[in-house]
């Protein structure tokens, strides 16, 4: 064999060598508890901002669909299910049953699938309290000033709290107890400051059914987290991101459906039309206002998806009830309302509630790696006083 032949297969052969150190330090950087850890809390940000982000758009979106003439329940309702087909692509390119790859896992633990028939029974029951949830949402703030509308929306931590303890056996630290205070004061400041309406044209057995409903929605919204949760860890144990946009997208579905159902049945299909030409601001911004609320409920409700699977039903809801003080600051913004001390200060409670609720999830953390190092550390000893 020639030198040039000899040192030209003697560089190949150092290159597949250097190649494979490369892939062997990435797959180990990539298990690494460190990065792993990292990784959760980028994860919890992004989770966190998708709720925060997406559920005050679409707030001040159906504000502003009320604001400008609309005023069909049905269609305030719909919008709030109908933009899962946004999901549909993240689902066929993370579901392992639509690809022949796995799909990408949030966490290393692989688990088999709990039947088919069980699904389809969770989804559909998730969907129809979906459905009943958002429509009891529609009175409530089609009869309720809105004061009394947030306070009682605000309950909905109280209700969530109480449903996590018996149902996902949650703990309840000081801080955690400090963080569900101050953000139950921080709404229920804000709903005593709002300027009431006037409801002198209510009847006053329509504002007893708002109430009602407005209080059953916050419980049956409370109620459907909690029970998600307890489905992520007894029925479908699987740890994927598929897993998340399914428990999304298939109720919201049956959601769906369930409302293009009440639309037709109520008969209130027959004043779209009327409803959109009569529209404050023309036809395009009506259908441009209707899909951006669709969509930013899909991206509110996968952060709270994930929220749920990764953390708690409870710590989703602590989101949700911080992003209630944002929506009057953005409106003073965009709809020119009054700024005020009130609002400033439900901010500033918000945040601190917040921040309580993460200084425990830190502490917690911060145990875990402590406990585990010390299980090495005797593990390890062990293991030489053995050999001694």
């Not at 690809?99 to 029974?121: G, Q, V």
């Not at 996902?168 to 955690?176: G, R």
Request: aromatic fraction near 12%; hydrophobic fraction near 45%.
């Amino acid at each position: 064999m020639e030198p040039a032949q000899e040192l030209q297969q003697d560089t190949q052969a150092d290159d597949r060598e250097q190649n494979s150190n490369k892939g062997t330090f990435v797959t180990n950087l990539m298990k690494h508890p460190r990065l792993k850890h990292y990784k959760w809390w980028l994860r919890i940000a992004s989770y966190t901002s998708f709720v925060v982000a997406g559920q005050t758009v679409a707030t001040l979106l159906g504000r502003l669909y009320y604001d400008q003439g609309g005023n069909s329940k049905w269609m305030a309702t719909f919008v709030q299910s109908a933009g899962f087909p946004i999901l549909l692509p993240l689902l066929f390119f993370f579901s392992p049953s639509l690809r022949s790859t796995a799909s990408t896992p949030l966490n290393t633990s692989s688990t088999k699938l709990p039947p088919l028939s069980t699904l389809t029974f969770l989804y559909f029951a998730f969907g129809l309290m979906l459905t009943g949830d958002n429509l009891m949402y529609s009175y409530g703030l089609l009869y309720l000033p809105v004061s009394t509308y947030s306070l009682l929306c605000a309950t909905q931590l109280a209700f969530n709290a109480l449903f996590s303890f018996f149902f996902n056996s949650q703990k309840f630290t000081p801080l955690i107890l400090n963080s569900l205070v101050l953000l139950t004061i921080s709404a229920s400041l804000l709903a005593v400051n709002t300027d009431s309406e006037n409801m002198t044209g209510i009847p006053k057995g329509k504002y007893v059914i708002g109430f009602l409903c407005t209080l059953g929605a916050s419980a049956t919204y409370s109620l459907m987290l909690s029970l998600i949760q307890l489905s992520f860890q007894k029925v479908i144990k699987t740890e994927t991101f598929s897993a998340v946009l399914d428990m999304q997208i298939y109720p919201s579905f049956v959601a769906t459906c369930g409302c293009v159902v009440g639309l037709f049945a109520s008969g209130e299909w027959k004043i779209l039309q009327n409803e959109m030409e009569n529209y404050g601001k023309g036809r395009v911004s009506y259908m441009m206002t209707l899909i951006w609320t669709a969509v930013t409920w899909q991206i509110s409700s996968i952060g709270m998806m994930g929220l749920i699977f990764e953390v708690s039903s409870l710590f989703c809801n602590v989101i949700s009830t911080l992003a209630l003080p944002v929506v009057p600051i953005l409106a003073v913004v965009f709809f020119h309302d009054k700024m005020d001390g009130v609002k400033v200060t439900a901010l500033l409670l918000a945040v601190w509630g917040f921040l309580s609720y993460i200084y425990q999830h830190y502490l917690d953390d911060s145990k875990s790696k402590v406990n585990k190092t010390s299980n090495n550390e005797a593990s390890g000893a062990g293991a030489v006083i053995e050999v001694c």
